[in-house]
């Protein structure tokens, strides 16, 4: 299956296009929009097509720090520990390997945005656009867990 993002748009309804006059890939088309009379108005052109907004696509699970650790560490039979370090050793520590001040300061907000729990918003949008509950970080590292190992 392949999810057109921006069916609606440009370049997605070219692509629509194309698929419907050259056939679509085994698996088939869906097409993606965040409008209810969008999606019917391309139902009713006999299009496969999905409600969903991408502006908070999200994974399955808010996670620290600590459980994406302990998920690897399960995944692979290697400790992995997370160590939490100040934003000012973090700071220093960048400035001492030469990074320019504009980027210390741009990853130094980035670190206080997730430790404000900013980041930790989960949505339903990829089961709803595609049907499947995304894969769990735990699922993933397991899948994928001879990667992580470095083998
Ligand atoms: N056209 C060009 O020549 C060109 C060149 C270079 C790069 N690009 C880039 O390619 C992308 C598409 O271009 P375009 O010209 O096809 O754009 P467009 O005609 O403005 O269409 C935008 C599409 O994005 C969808 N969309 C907007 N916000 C969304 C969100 N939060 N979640 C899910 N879908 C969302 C809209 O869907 P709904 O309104 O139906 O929800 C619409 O189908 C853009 O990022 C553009 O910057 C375009």
Redesign the pocket.
Known sequence: MILI????????SALLEQYRAKGAPSGGVRA????AD?VAELRAGGVEAAI????HLTGAQALSWAEVAQALSAATGKEVRYQDVPPEAFGATLRGHGVPEFLVGALLSLYAVYRAGYAATVTDDVRCVTGSAPRTLAQFAADHAAAFRGA
């Open positions: 993002t921006g069916a609606t748009g440009n370049i997605g993606l929009t965040r409008g969008k969903g907004d991408f502006d």
